[in-house]
């Protein structure tokens, strides 16, 4: 059983950038797809990338060439890099893995809180 800590949230202006990190408390290497979700206020939790254990990456439309979604399986840590942030990126950012189409894990870690705004 792993369990995540979400860290690296913080208030950012538009066009700002941030990186998050995702620490696992044990080996993420055998997990074959991590993802990141943010959830918006008033909102459904969404997947918002996901990257397998080959390095394969996928994002929604909306991040598309401004999040980068990495995992370094030595260290058991995920990152996403967020840049040229909107307000519509606002949220609580969490980790878990993916798989058919859903979050891997049942349970939640606490999550990074992300706000863009001037």
């Known amino acids: 059983q792993v369990q995540f800590v979400e860290s690296g949230g913080d208030w950012v202006p538009p066009g700002g950038s941030l990186r998050l990190s995702c620490a696992a408390s044990g080996s993420i290497a055998s997990i074959f797809s991590l993802a990141w979700y943010r959830q918006a206020p008033g909102k459904q939790r969404e997947r918002v990338a996901a990257?397998?254990?080959?390095?394969?990456?996928n994002y929604i439309d909306s991040v598309k060439g401004r999040f980068t979604i990495s995992r370094d399986d030595a260290s058991n840590t995920m990152f996403l890099q967020m840049n040229d942030l909107s307000f519509d990126d606002t949220g609580v950012y969490y980790c878990?893995?993916?798989?058919?189409?859903?979050?891997?894990?049942?349970?939640w870690g606490q999550g990074t809180q992300v706000t863009v705004s001037t």
């Open positions: 878990n893995g993916y798989h058919n189409g859903g979050p891997l894990f049942d349970y």
């Open positions: 990257i397998t254990n080959t390095a394969k990456t």
